[in-house]
């Protein structure tokens, strides 16, 4: 009976919401603003306009210090920072939770670097403490950079980076901390200089709301000093031309990408108009709310929330565990209610069993109340559709925790 319903009635026409974890939502805004004809990129407005980028773009990762654009993704932005801080053969730490990490360790070897991964699983956190054991035992310093994700985006598991700077610190350890904020910044909070962060990237296409193509690389003087003895480094990575070019097509090393600097300029004016404590507080309330949902369909029935501690959960994205069935939800949501889901990326080999038994729910960036309570509508639509058991009541949990944000 069921299945004739939803055959004979689709809910999925209207505005179609994309509830992944990147990229995420294009405000209206960004996307008007990047629908123009193509600019002068010698002179005149493009150039100034760039120019007030930076400052603004420091204002989000919460530093002083230097601030580069590439043309890229998240990837180039991993590559950027190991190219700019690294020679062939230097050692790098690795503490990892969830997957994302691998990426970066696989993009480190193929610049010549040598990783060594300290896992702790998919479920909790990066241990400081056993970081800073390690660190520690490396009396020789030959571990150059602790390379560390903020947020997990396949686990949700976001980590301490203030932590590991002060394990650094008392082992009296010069490598630099490395943070990949892809999915945290505008999101999660993140201080870059005042947690002691030496280099941060994110990309554009998360919390900075922008379509995918542009990767930032933040770093400090500390940073800098390493690309001094950095081998790894080439023409197109260097950090340096970028950072206060001479003239202006160095800033990208080649043509503008004109087009997403628009986004980006408009993406930002949001950010700072709204201000960041105020993002940072929007995107609390708003995955509070998702979680008082999921807590209250996990007390009967098989979902579950992969990340247990709420402490350690992030603000962007929640990976959630529906063994067997997470799949099947994922496309009843796309097919009949309008709503794409994140697959389960890295908890499970993709096509194995396993892989159908996760969803995620991106909250990142362009998000309010009424998303996230149409998202969480559709999950819970799409339970009773199916027929899978869940405990009752997870829209009013959720939209009580909206009435006392
Ligand atoms: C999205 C993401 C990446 C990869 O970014 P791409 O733009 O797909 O290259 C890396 N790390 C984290 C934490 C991410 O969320």
């Known amino acids: ?33 990047m629908h123009r004809p193509s600019p002068n990129i010698y002179q005149g407005p493009l150039i100034e306009m760039t120019h007030s ?32 801080t690294h020679s062939r053969g230097d050692l790098v730490l690795i ?19 040598r990783t060594e991964i300290m896992d702790f699983g998919n479920r909790g956190p990066i241990d400081p403490a056993a970081v800073g054991e390690r660190l520690r ?21 976001r980590s301490d980076a203030a932590a590991l700077r002060r394990e650094l610190d008392a082992a009296g350890h010069p490598a630099l901390l490395q ?36 990767a930032f690389v933040f770093y400090n003087d500390k940073a800098d000093r390493a690309r001094e003895r950095a081998d790894c480094v080439t023409g197109y990575w260097d ?30 004016d949001m950010i700072h108009e709204e201000g960041m404590e105020a993002v940072w507080a929007r995107h609390a309330a708003l995955a509070r709310a998702v979680w008082a949902a999921l807590e209250a369909w996990e007390r009967d029935g098989p979902l579950e929330m992969n990340v247990r501690d709420a402490a350690h959960r992030s603000h962007a994205v ?18 009949q209610f309008g709503l794409t889901l994140g697959i389960g990326v890295g908890m499970a080999p993709m096509g194995s069993p396993e892989w159908d038994g996760f969803f995620r729910i991106g909250h990142m960036g362009h998000v309010n109340g009424h998303v996230v309570m149409g998202t969480l509508g559709g999950i ?26």
Not at 101 to 110: C, N, P, Q, R, S
Request: charged content about 20%; glycine content about 10%.
């Open 1 to 33: 009976m069921r299945d004739e319903i939803a055959s004979r009635v689709s809910l999925a026409k209207g505005p179609h919401a994309l509830s992944i974890p990147g990229p995420s939502m294009a405000p209206e805004r960004v996307l008007r603003a």
């Open 53 to 84: 980028l930076f400052p603004d773009l420091k204002r989000v990762a919460r530093t002083e210090h230097h601030a580069t654009i590439y043309i890229g993704n998240g990837h180039a932005a991993w590559e950027a920072c190991l190219a700019n």
């Open 95 to 113: 503490p990892k939770t969830g997957s994302f990490a691998d990426g970066w360790a696989t993009m480190a070897e193929g610049l010549g670097l």
């Open 137 to 157: 035992a490396d009396k020789g310093h030959e571990i150059r950079s602790v390379l560390m994700v903020h947020v997990d985006t396949s686990s949700s598991v």
């Open 179 to 214: 943070a990949d904020c892809i999915a945290s910044m505008g999101c999660d909070r993140f201080e870059m200089d005042e947690w002691g962060v030496d280099v941060a990237v994110t990309g554009c296409q998360k919390g900075l709301m922008t379509p995918p193509g542009l």
């Open 239 to 268: 950090w340096r031309p970028r950072t206060n070019p001479e003239v202006y097509f160095r800033y990208f090393n080649g043509t503008a990408p004109t087009h997403h600097l628009y986004g980006l300029r408009e993406a930002l």
């Open 318 to 335: 929640t990976s959630v565990r529906l063994p067997e069935r997470g799949t099947e939800l994922r496309t009843w949501c796309e097919e």
């Open 380 to 405: 819970e639509a799409g339970l009773d559709a199916l027929g899978v058991p869940h405990g009752p009541g997870g829209l009013s949990a959720a939209a009580k925790a909206l009435a006392q944000a």
